[in-house]
């Protein structure tokens, strides 16, 4: 995409689409926001939009639809089976991920699912550059096991590595041998890599990957939730790719892979999800699951509506202009944190700004949920959601143990077209004064921990009284201010 340069030399992240719709929002008072924190458990998922003033928790279904999505959902075309709308979302999958069989799901994780019920069998091993939370959890429910095989590059929060999502080559080699092809139904790359601050891999890295797949005869499974921004990066940061399109990139990605499934409340700035590929046996393999767990072949659990935003945002991501608009403003997000002090992950990557709680929160003991803890005072001082992705969002081991994450981070997420410069701005200045008075952000321990996927449901409470510190503090410097 074209560079548009500021006569005065700043670096803004100028938005290319006007705002027809709008959504107001509130800032409801500090007071307010302790009693809504109570409310939720202190579990930023456990909070209400009515209390939320930036809802940065994630850009899944979140992000701004075109006035061309719109339009599409009003000729969707309702029938149980055989529907116009199935059809143009088929050919959309063609023409955008190049694979003619389509199966359709209700979101990216019900496509794990159907892929897991069919593939893994108890005692496999699926190899991937990074788990995604669904993902393991459905791989684990059916017997799975999974190992992550990132380089070590990856797991440095700053860092000016272009690609930290890369698979470990000469681990990927290992791990083979000692599990033998034969217990390996697939190797997954996820594109983005979301759980590691949305970082990308390359395109020189997937041929590899493909190139040990195909010696060892083992499929490759690609996760194109986050397939654009991928391809995005790779444009700005894959010499070989720097004057492809975002077309030509995105199908180099997926002609290297087996099957591609995707959540479409990323990839397509909309709600659904599916799996696609051009092998007839895959498709056959994974056909009778659908109706079974989501719907008809021609619907998967999806409104026809939402089918025909699918199949519109799908040909959007052909549009770097609109694709680059949440990695751009996140860019501007993490530099601007980082020129003030606060430790944000880096490179800047993409769905979101991930800030390193770790670092900010020395104190506060990892079996007190260091990230968690920090979206939860992070909201109180700012009214804005972002999520934990720590290890409150991992899941215990077979013998209840909790594991630890490699990182503990806040993700505050930047949905596409959604978000203005100046709440960015805001966002910046909150996290500023969050970092200058972390000492008063203290721990909390769960009340309520469901078995599976706890970060969703689970409740806390804090450890001792540092909110009304926080509060306390917050008063001094702001006064009167929301
Ligand atoms: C990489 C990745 N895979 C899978 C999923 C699951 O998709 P969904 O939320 O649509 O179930 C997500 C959702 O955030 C994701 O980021």
Same mark, same amino acid.
């Given at each position: ?147 992550? /095989?990132? %380089?070590?590059? =990856?797991? #440095?929060?700053? +860092? $000016? ?6 698979? *470990?080559? !000469? @681990? ?86 087996? /099957?591609? %499934?995707?959540? =479409?409340? #990323?990839?397509? +700035? $909309? ?6 590929? *051009?092998? !007839? @046996? ?201």
């Amino acid at each position: 995409m074209q560079e548009i340069k500021f006569f005065s030399g700043e670096n803004i992240p100028l938005e290319l689409h006007k705002v027809r719709v709008v959504q107001k929002l509130n800032l409801v008072p500090i007071e307010r926001r302790l009693e809504a924190l109570k409310e939720g458990g202190f579990n930023t998922f456990g909070l209400q939009t009515t209390d939320i003033f930036l809802d940065m928790i994630t850009d899944s279904g979140t992000n701004a639809m075109s006035d061309n999505q719109l339009a599409a959902m009003m000729r969707a075309d309702d029938a149980y089976a055989g529907s116009q709308s199935f059809v143009r979302m088929q050919k959309a999958v063609e023409d955008v991920l190049g694979k003619k069989y389509l199966l359709p799901a209700h979101q990216g994780r019900a496509a794990e699912n159907i892929i897991s019920c069919a593939y893994i069998k108890k005692g496999n091993l699926v190899p991937m550059n990074y788990h995604f939370t669904t993902t393991l959890a459905h791989i684990t429910q059916y017997g799975g096991r999974i190992v992550e /095989l990132l %380089y070590d590059e =990856a797991y #440095k929060t700053t +860092s $000016s590595h272009p690609f930290k999502g890369n698979m *470990n080559l !000469e @681990k990927l080699e290992e791990v083979i041998k000692m599990e033998g092809a034969s217990n390996i139904p697939f190797i997954r790359m996820e594109a983005s890599t979301n759980l590691i601050g949305g970082q990308p891999f390359s395109i020189q890295n997937l041929r590899e990957v493909r190139a040990i797949a195909d010696k060892h005869g083992i499929c490759l499974v690609l996760d194109a939730s986050l397939l654009g921004e991928n391809a995005y990066l790779v444009k700005q940061r894959e010499a070989e790719f720097a004057n492809t399109s975002m077309a030509e990139i995105i199908h180099t990605m997926t002609s290297l892979c087996d /099957l591609v %499934y995707f959540s =479409a409340r #990323k990839l397509s +700035s $909309s709600r659904g999800g599916g799996i696609c590929t *051009n092998d !007839e @046996k895959i498709y056959k393999e994974l056909a009778p699951l659908i109706p079974l767990f989501e719907g008809f072949l021609t619907y998967g659990g999806m409104s026809v509506r939402e089918i025909e935003a699918i199949a519109v945002g799908l040909y959007e991501t052909w549009d770097d202009s609109m694709i680059c608009q949440s990695p751009r403003f996140i860019e501007y997000l993490v530099n601007s944190a980082v020129e003030k002090g606060v430790p944000m992950v880096t490179p800047p990557g993409v769905l979101g700004a991930h800030v390193n709680t770790r670092k900010i929160c020395k104190h506060i003991p990892r079996t007190q949920y260091i990230a968690g803890s920090f979206a939860a005072a992070f909201y109180l001082i700012s009214g804005v959601r972002g999520m934990e992705r720590g290890s409150l969002s991992n899941q215990r081991d077979e013998y209840g143990n909790e594991t630890y994450a490699d990182m503990e981070l806040l993700r505050l997420a930047v949905p596409r077209r959604v978000f203005t410069l100046s709440q960015i701005k805001y966002v910046v200045d909150r996290l500023d004064w969050l970092t200058r008075n972390a000492k008063l952000v203290g721990g909390l321990k769960f009340v309520y921990e469901p078995p599976v996927l706890r970060f969703f449901m689970g409740r806390l409470e804090p450890i001792g009284d540092w909110t009304e510190k926080l509060i306390a503090k917050f008063k001094e410097d702001f006064g009167d201010s929301l």
